[in-house]
Protein backbone atom coordinates (compact mmCIF):
# COMPACT_ATOMS: atom_id res chain seq x y z
CA UNK A 1 0.00 0.00 0.00
CA UNK A 2 3.18 2.49 0.24
CA UNK A 3 3.84 1.21 -2.92
CA UNK A 4 0.52 2.80 -4.35
CA UNK A 5 0.74 6.25 -1.95
CA UNK A 6 3.98 6.77 -3.82
CA UNK A 7 1.93 6.06 -7.34
CA UNK A 8 3.23 2.56 -8.09
CA UNK A 9 0.47 1.12 -10.24
CA UNK A 10 1.64 -2.29 -10.16
CA UNK A 11 1.34 -2.32 -6.08
CA UNK A 12 -2.32 -1.40 -6.77
CA UNK A 13 -2.80 -4.17 -9.15
CA UNK A 14 -1.10 -7.01 -6.76
CA UNK A 15 -3.38 -5.56 -3.69
CA UNK A 16 -6.43 -5.81 -5.93
CA UNK A 17 -5.47 -9.99 -7.05
CA UNK A 18 -4.75 -10.53 -3.59
CA UNK A 19 -7.66 -9.18 -2.08
CA UNK A 20 -10.51 -9.39 -5.00
CA UNK A 21 -11.76 -12.80 -4.05
CA UNK A 22 -11.73 -12.46 -0.08
CA UNK A 23 -12.99 -9.50 0.08
CA UNK A 24 -16.01 -10.54 -2.90
CA UNK A 25 -16.58 -13.53 -0.99
CA UNK A 26 -16.65 -11.49 2.75
CA UNK A 27 -19.29 -9.29 1.05
CA UNK A 28 -21.32 -11.80 -0.14
CA UNK A 29 -21.80 -13.38 2.91
CA UNK A 30 -22.64 -10.40 4.71
CA UNK A 31 -25.00 -8.74 2.33
CA UNK A 32 -26.33 -12.06 0.78
CA UNK A 33 -26.18 -11.18 -2.66
CA UNK A 34 -23.67 -11.56 -5.66
CA UNK A 35 -23.68 -8.92 -8.03
CA UNK A 36 -24.53 -6.34 -4.70
CA UNK A 37 -20.96 -7.88 -3.00
CA UNK A 38 -19.48 -7.20 -6.28
CA UNK A 39 -20.26 -3.79 -6.64
CA UNK A 40 -19.52 -2.99 -2.67
CA UNK A 41 -16.08 -4.71 -3.24
CA UNK A 42 -15.14 -2.30 -6.43
CA UNK A 43 -16.77 0.51 -4.37
CA UNK A 44 -13.97 -0.78 -1.43
CA UNK A 45 -11.04 -0.50 -3.84
CA UNK A 46 -12.72 2.59 -5.49
CA UNK A 47 -11.73 4.44 -1.66
CA UNK A 48 -9.12 2.96 -1.34
CA UNK A 49 -7.46 3.98 -4.31
CA UNK A 50 -8.73 7.92 -3.77
CA UNK A 51 -7.34 7.35 -0.51
CA UNK A 52 -4.17 6.72 -1.17
CA UNK A 53 -2.24 9.72 -0.91
CA UNK A 54 -3.25 10.10 3.01
CA UNK A 55 -2.53 6.56 3.45
CA UNK A 56 -0.72 6.54 7.05
CA UNK A 57 0.21 2.66 8.06
CA UNK A 58 -0.59 3.20 11.32
CA UNK A 59 -2.87 0.12 11.04
CA UNK A 60 -2.20 -3.13 9.12
CA UNK A 61 -3.54 -2.66 5.18
CA UNK A 62 -5.93 -5.61 5.56
CA UNK A 63 -7.71 -3.77 8.86
CA UNK A 64 -8.19 -0.62 7.21
CA UNK A 65 -9.23 -2.72 3.68
CA UNK A 66 -11.91 -4.82 6.15
CA UNK A 67 -13.05 -1.87 7.96
CA UNK A 68 -14.16 0.03 4.84
CA UNK A 69 -15.88 -3.33 3.75
CA UNK A 70 -17.87 -3.95 6.88
CA UNK A 71 -19.12 -0.59 6.93
CA UNK A 72 -20.42 -0.45 3.52
CA UNK A 73 -21.94 -4.14 4.46
CA UNK A 74 -23.42 -2.90 7.38
CA UNK A 75 -24.61 0.17 6.01
CA UNK A 76 -26.22 -1.38 2.66
CA UNK A 77 -28.27 -3.95 4.73
CA UNK A 78 -29.30 -1.21 6.94
CA UNK A 79 -30.38 0.67 3.63
CA UNK A 80 -31.88 -2.78 2.45
CA UNK A 81 -34.37 -3.07 5.14
CA UNK A 82 -36.27 0.06 4.67
CA UNK A 83 -36.79 -1.49 1.27
CA UNK A 84 -37.74 -5.09 2.08
CA UNK A 85 -41.40 -4.49 3.46
CA UNK A 86 -42.24 -2.78 -0.18
CA UNK A 87 -41.15 -6.29 -2.48
CA UNK A 88 -43.32 -8.65 -3.48
CA UNK A 89 -42.99 -12.24 -1.45
CA UNK A 90 -43.15 -14.10 -4.47
CA UNK A 91 -40.07 -12.16 -6.10
CA UNK A 92 -36.79 -13.63 -6.47
CA UNK A 93 -33.26 -12.79 -6.71
CA UNK A 94 -30.37 -15.54 -7.70
CA UNK A 95 -27.47 -15.21 -5.48
CA UNK A 96 -25.73 -17.72 -7.87
CA UNK A 97 -25.97 -20.98 -6.32
CA UNK A 98 -29.72 -21.44 -5.94
CA UNK A 99 -32.81 -19.07 -5.86
CA UNK A 100 -34.56 -17.80 -2.53
CA UNK A 101 -37.23 -15.99 -1.28
CA UNK A 102 -36.04 -12.03 -0.54
CA UNK A 103 -37.71 -11.91 2.38
CA UNK A 104 -34.93 -14.22 4.02
CA UNK A 105 -36.31 -12.76 7.53
CA UNK A 106 -34.82 -14.96 10.12
CA UNK A 107 -36.50 -17.61 11.64
CA UNK A 108 -36.03 -17.89 15.40
CA UNK A 109 -37.84 -21.32 15.28
CA UNK A 110 -36.33 -23.05 12.30
CA UNK A 111 -38.64 -25.65 11.17
CA UNK A 112 -36.32 -28.61 10.93
CA UNK A 113 -38.17 -31.11 9.38
CA UNK A 114 -38.53 -28.68 6.59
CA UNK A 115 -34.97 -27.78 6.27
CA UNK A 116 -33.41 -31.36 6.66
CA UNK A 117 -35.50 -31.78 3.24
CA UNK A 118 -33.09 -29.42 1.57
CA UNK A 119 -30.98 -30.93 -0.42
CA UNK A 120 -27.64 -28.87 -0.53
CA UNK A 121 -25.57 -29.18 3.12
CA UNK A 122 -23.65 -25.82 1.75
CA UNK A 123 -27.08 -24.06 1.12
CA UNK A 124 -28.16 -25.17 5.15
CA UNK A 125 -24.72 -23.96 6.53
CA UNK A 126 -24.96 -20.55 4.68
CA UNK A 127 -28.53 -20.15 6.18
CA UNK A 128 -27.70 -20.59 9.39
CA UNK A 129 -24.56 -17.78 8.74
CA UNK A 130 -26.92 -15.41 7.26
CA UNK A 131 -29.73 -15.54 10.01
CA UNK A 132 -26.73 -14.45 12.65
CA UNK A 133 -27.37 -10.84 13.77
CA UNK A 134 -25.30 -8.73 11.41
CA UNK A 135 -21.97 -7.88 13.95
CA UNK A 136 -22.19 -11.43 14.69
CA UNK A 137 -22.39 -12.33 11.46
CA UNK A 138 -18.96 -9.94 10.58
CA UNK A 139 -17.60 -10.99 13.88
CA UNK A 140 -17.57 -14.87 12.43
CA UNK A 141 -16.70 -13.91 8.96
CA UNK A 142 -13.58 -11.93 9.57
CA UNK A 143 -12.12 -14.46 12.26
CA UNK A 144 -12.73 -17.61 10.07
CA UNK A 145 -12.32 -16.65 6.64
CA UNK A 146 -10.38 -13.36 6.83
CA UNK A 147 -8.56 -14.69 9.53
CA UNK A 148 -7.82 -11.40 11.32
CA UNK A 149 -6.52 -11.27 14.97
CA UNK A 150 -8.69 -10.09 17.43
CA UNK A 151 -7.52 -6.80 17.79
CA UNK A 152 -8.31 -6.06 14.10
CA UNK A 153 -11.38 -7.91 14.21
CA UNK A 154 -12.18 -5.56 17.54
CA UNK A 155 -10.94 -2.41 15.86
CA UNK A 156 -12.77 -3.46 12.69
CA UNK A 157 -16.30 -3.85 14.45
CA UNK A 158 -15.28 -0.86 17.06
CA UNK A 159 -15.72 -2.87 20.51
CA UNK A 160 -13.39 -4.11 23.03
CA UNK A 161 -11.57 -7.22 22.44
CA UNK A 162 -13.34 -8.70 24.95
CA UNK A 163 -16.92 -7.66 23.75
CA UNK A 164 -15.75 -9.27 20.69
CA UNK A 165 -14.50 -12.76 22.27
CA UNK A 166 -18.05 -12.93 23.89
CA UNK A 167 -19.24 -11.65 20.30
CA UNK A 168 -17.71 -14.74 18.54
CA UNK A 169 -18.60 -17.43 21.51
CA UNK A 170 -22.74 -16.17 21.48
CA UNK A 171 -22.38 -16.39 17.64
CA UNK A 172 -20.51 -20.18 17.73
CA UNK A 173 -22.81 -21.22 20.17
CA UNK A 174 -25.69 -20.06 18.04
CA UNK A 175 -24.52 -21.66 15.02
CA UNK A 176 -23.44 -25.01 16.95
CA UNK A 177 -27.62 -25.22 18.21
CA UNK A 178 -28.80 -24.59 14.15
CA UNK A 179 -25.90 -26.91 12.89
CA UNK A 180 -26.62 -29.98 15.12
CA UNK A 181 -28.60 -31.62 12.47
CA UNK A 182 -25.77 -31.44 10.50
CA UNK A 183 -23.71 -33.63 13.01
CA UNK A 184 -22.87 -36.93 12.46
CA UNK A 185 -23.49 -36.69 8.96
CA UNK A 186 -27.54 -36.13 9.44
CA UNK A 187 -27.70 -34.69 5.86
CA UNK A 188 -25.92 -37.67 3.55
CA UNK A 189 -29.59 -39.32 3.54
CA UNK A 190 -30.44 -36.26 1.15
CA UNK B 1 -13.37 -21.53 36.57
CA UNK B 2 -17.27 -21.15 36.01
CA UNK B 3 -19.20 -21.73 33.05
CA UNK B 4 -20.08 -18.34 32.26
CA UNK B 5 -16.09 -17.52 32.89
CA UNK B 6 -15.67 -19.64 30.07
CA UNK B 7 -17.81 -17.36 27.29
CA UNK B 8 -14.86 -14.95 27.14
CA UNK B 9 -12.32 -17.33 27.09
CA UNK B 10 -12.75 -20.38 24.89
CA UNK B 11 -12.76 -18.85 21.15
CA UNK B 12 -9.03 -17.68 22.13
CA UNK B 13 -8.51 -21.41 23.55
CA UNK B 14 -9.87 -23.03 20.64
CA UNK B 15 -7.20 -20.66 18.67
CA UNK B 16 -4.39 -21.55 20.52
CA UNK B 17 -4.13 -18.37 21.62
CA UNK B 18 -4.56 -18.52 24.91
CA UNK B 19 -2.33 -17.30 27.82
CA UNK B 20 -0.69 -20.64 29.54
CA UNK B 21 -2.81 -19.72 32.36
CA UNK B 22 -5.87 -19.66 31.50
CA UNK B 23 -5.24 -22.79 28.85
CA UNK B 24 -4.33 -24.61 32.59
CA UNK B 25 -7.39 -23.05 33.72
CA UNK B 26 -9.59 -24.05 30.73
CA UNK B 27 -8.51 -27.73 30.55
CA UNK B 28 -8.45 -28.18 34.34
CA UNK B 29 -12.19 -27.05 34.07
CA UNK B 30 -13.15 -29.46 30.96
CA UNK B 31 -11.88 -32.22 32.71
CA UNK B 32 -14.90 -31.72 35.38
CA UNK B 33 -17.53 -29.84 33.00
CA UNK B 34 -19.08 -32.22 29.84
CA UNK B 35 -21.42 -29.38 29.13
CA UNK B 36 -18.18 -27.31 28.19
CA UNK B 37 -16.88 -29.89 26.64
CA UNK B 38 -19.77 -30.80 24.27
CA UNK B 39 -19.42 -27.19 23.76
CA UNK B 40 -15.92 -27.38 22.56
CA UNK B 41 -16.68 -30.05 20.10
CA UNK B 42 -19.76 -28.47 18.49
CA UNK B 43 -17.25 -25.70 18.06
CA UNK B 44 -14.99 -27.67 16.28
CA UNK B 45 -17.54 -28.86 14.22
CA UNK B 46 -19.40 -25.49 13.34
CA UNK B 47 -15.13 -24.59 11.98
CA UNK B 48 -15.21 -27.72 9.97
CA UNK B 49 -18.47 -26.98 8.66
CA UNK B 50 -17.97 -22.89 7.92
CA UNK B 51 -14.95 -24.45 5.67
CA UNK B 52 -17.82 -26.45 3.38
CA UNK B 53 -19.07 -22.94 2.19
CA UNK B 54 -17.98 -22.86 -1.58
CA UNK B 55 -15.40 -20.29 -2.32
CA UNK B 56 -16.82 -17.65 -4.96
CA UNK B 57 -14.68 -16.20 -7.22
CA UNK B 58 -15.41 -12.69 -9.08
CA UNK B 59 -17.55 -12.63 -11.95
CA UNK B 60 -15.55 -11.98 -15.41
CA UNK B 61 -17.03 -8.51 -15.56
CA UNK B 62 -15.69 -7.02 -11.82
CA UNK B 63 -12.05 -6.18 -13.33
CA UNK B 64 -12.97 -4.65 -16.30
CA UNK B 65 -15.99 -2.72 -14.34
CA UNK B 66 -13.25 -1.63 -11.72
CA UNK B 67 -10.56 -0.50 -14.07
CA UNK B 68 -13.21 1.63 -16.10
CA UNK B 69 -14.01 3.10 -12.91
CA UNK B 70 -10.52 3.91 -11.66
CA UNK B 71 -9.71 5.27 -15.83
CA UNK B 72 -13.04 7.86 -14.92
CA UNK B 73 -10.97 8.80 -11.10
CA UNK B 74 -9.90 12.82 -11.81
CA UNK B 75 -6.00 13.00 -12.05
CA UNK B 76 -5.43 14.72 -8.64
CA UNK B 77 -2.72 16.97 -8.81
CA UNK B 78 -1.32 19.41 -5.28
CA UNK B 79 -0.53 22.47 -5.58
CA UNK B 80 3.06 21.88 -5.41
CA UNK B 81 2.63 19.19 -8.50
CA UNK B 82 1.20 21.56 -10.57
CA UNK B 83 4.36 23.96 -10.22
CA UNK B 84 6.74 21.21 -10.79
CA UNK B 85 7.56 20.05 -14.19
CA UNK B 86 7.75 16.50 -15.17
CA UNK B 87 10.85 14.75 -13.91
CA UNK B 88 12.34 13.92 -16.92
CA UNK B 89 11.93 17.38 -18.51
CA UNK B 90 13.30 18.93 -14.76
CA UNK B 91 16.24 16.46 -15.12
CA UNK B 92 16.83 17.50 -19.19
CA UNK B 93 17.19 21.02 -18.28
CA UNK B 94 19.01 20.68 -14.96
CA UNK B 95 21.60 18.66 -17.38
CA UNK B 96 21.26 21.18 -20.07
CA UNK B 97 22.03 24.38 -17.32
CA UNK B 98 25.09 22.35 -15.67
CA UNK B 99 26.48 22.14 -19.83
CA UNK B 100 25.80 26.03 -20.67
CA UNK B 101 27.63 26.83 -17.20
CA UNK B 102 30.46 24.62 -18.38
CA UNK B 103 30.82 25.87 -21.73
CA UNK B 104 30.86 29.45 -20.52
CA UNK B 105 33.12 29.12 -17.86
CA UNK B 106 35.82 27.92 -20.24
CA UNK B 107 38.72 30.14 -21.19
CA UNK B 108 39.82 30.48 -24.99
CA UNK B 109 43.60 29.48 -25.18
CA UNK B 110 45.57 31.64 -26.50
CA UNK B 111 48.69 29.57 -28.08
CA UNK B 112 52.17 31.05 -28.19
CA UNK B 113 53.44 32.41 -31.54
CA UNK B 114 55.04 30.24 -33.73
CA UNK B 115 59.05 30.28 -33.43
CA UNK B 116 59.51 31.53 -37.01
CA UNK B 117 57.66 35.03 -36.08
CA UNK B 118 58.56 35.70 -32.57
CA UNK B 119 59.95 39.11 -33.81
CA UNK B 120 56.59 39.84 -35.72
CA UNK B 121 54.31 38.53 -32.55
CA UNK B 122 56.34 41.24 -30.19
CA UNK B 123 56.22 44.02 -32.39
CA UNK B 124 52.28 43.42 -33.15
CA UNK B 125 51.30 42.09 -29.44
CA UNK B 126 50.84 45.65 -28.25
CA UNK B 127 49.05 47.13 -31.47
CA UNK B 128 45.32 47.83 -30.99
CA UNK B 129 44.28 46.99 -34.75
CA UNK B 130 45.89 43.57 -35.83
CA UNK B 131 45.01 44.21 -39.50
CA UNK B 132 47.28 47.15 -39.52
CA UNK B 133 50.52 44.50 -39.15
CA UNK B 134 49.19 42.79 -41.85
CA UNK B 135 49.50 46.17 -44.29
CA UNK B 136 52.57 47.03 -42.60
CA UNK B 137 54.20 43.67 -43.20
CA UNK B 138 52.85 43.87 -46.86
CA UNK B 139 53.39 47.50 -47.43
CA UNK B 140 56.61 47.28 -49.56
CA UNK B 141 56.89 51.08 -49.47
CA UNK B 142 58.10 51.28 -45.54
CA UNK B 143 61.08 49.19 -47.04
CA UNK B 144 62.57 52.49 -49.17
CA UNK B 145 62.54 54.14 -45.27
CA UNK B 146 65.95 54.83 -43.86
CA UNK B 147 66.91 52.62 -41.22
CA UNK B 148 66.04 53.86 -37.33
CA UNK B 149 69.19 54.62 -35.34
CA UNK B 150 69.48 53.02 -32.04
CA UNK B 151 67.76 53.93 -28.83
CA UNK B 152 71.14 54.86 -27.08
CA UNK B 153 72.41 56.90 -29.80
CA UNK B 154 69.32 59.01 -29.87
CA UNK B 155 69.04 59.81 -26.25
CA UNK B 156 73.16 60.63 -27.01
Not at chain 1, 17 to 33: A, G, I, K, S, W
Not at chain 2, 8 to 18: I, W
Not at chain 2, 127 to 143: G, M, Q, T
Request: net charge negative.
Amino acid sequence: MLGVREGDETSFELLLQRYRTPLVNFLNRMVRDTAQAEDLAQEVFLRVYRARKEYEPSAKFTTWLFRIATNLALNSLRDGRHHRLEVSIDQTIDDGEQEQSKLDVADKTPDIEHQLLERDRASFIRRAVDALPEKQRAAVLLHKYIELDYAEIARTLECSESALKSLLFRAYETLRIQLAPLVGGGFNAL
Amino acid sequence: MSCERMEGRLVSYMDGRATERDRRTIESHLKECSACRARVKGFQGVWSMLNELPVHEPSAAFEARLRALLAAEPVRRSFWEGLMPAPRMAFAVAMLAIFSFWISSRQPVISGPPASSEAEFRMIQDLPVLENYDVLVSFDILSQLPAQPAQGQEKN
